[in-house]
């Protein structure tokens, strides 16, 4: 049974940093792209960022390119999420997701965690 666990999330003030972790355990973690999605309040679940198995790529979401960093730890069968520079709207439920690929649709991850709160004031 894979598990996927989120930590990290809180409130912080406009242009302040969180450090998002994901532990993953189940299956080999190292086999696997990872995905960081969010959830806002009365609005659709989107794409944040992603990283490929070994770490060598990663893709960004437009409205977060230069904040946001996704990197990963096999060792540790870890994921993070970097957030610097908050916004407002980066206000959300934040999770993080298994899949084949680290792709940006979320009907290509198997697996979710349960998901932590950012919320960022202005």
């Known amino acids: 049974q894979v598990l996927l666990v989120e930590s990290g999330g809180g409130l912080v003030q406009a242009g302040g940093s969180l450090r998002l972790s994901c532990a993953a355990s189940?299956?080999?973690?190292?086999?696997?792209?990872m995905g960081w999605f969010r959830q806002a309040p009365g609005k659709e679940r989107e794409f944040v960022a992603g990283?490929?198995?070994?770490?060598?790529?990663?893709y960004y979401a437009d409205s977060v390119k230069g904040r946001f960093t996704i990197s990963r730890d096999n060792a540790k069968n870890t994921v993070y999420l970097q957030m610097n520079s908050l916004k407002p709207e980066d206000t959300a439920v934040y999770y993080c997701?298994?899949?084949?690929?680290?792709?940006?649709?979320?009907?290509?991850?198997?697996?979710w965690g349960q998901g932590t709160q950012v919320t960022v004031s202005s």
């Open positions: 189940g299956r080999t973690f190292s086999n696997y792209g």
């Open positions: 997701a298994q899949g084949r690929y680290a792709a940006a649709m979320a009907r290509d991850y198997d697996y």
């Open positions: 990283i490929s198995w070994s770490g060598g790529s990663t």
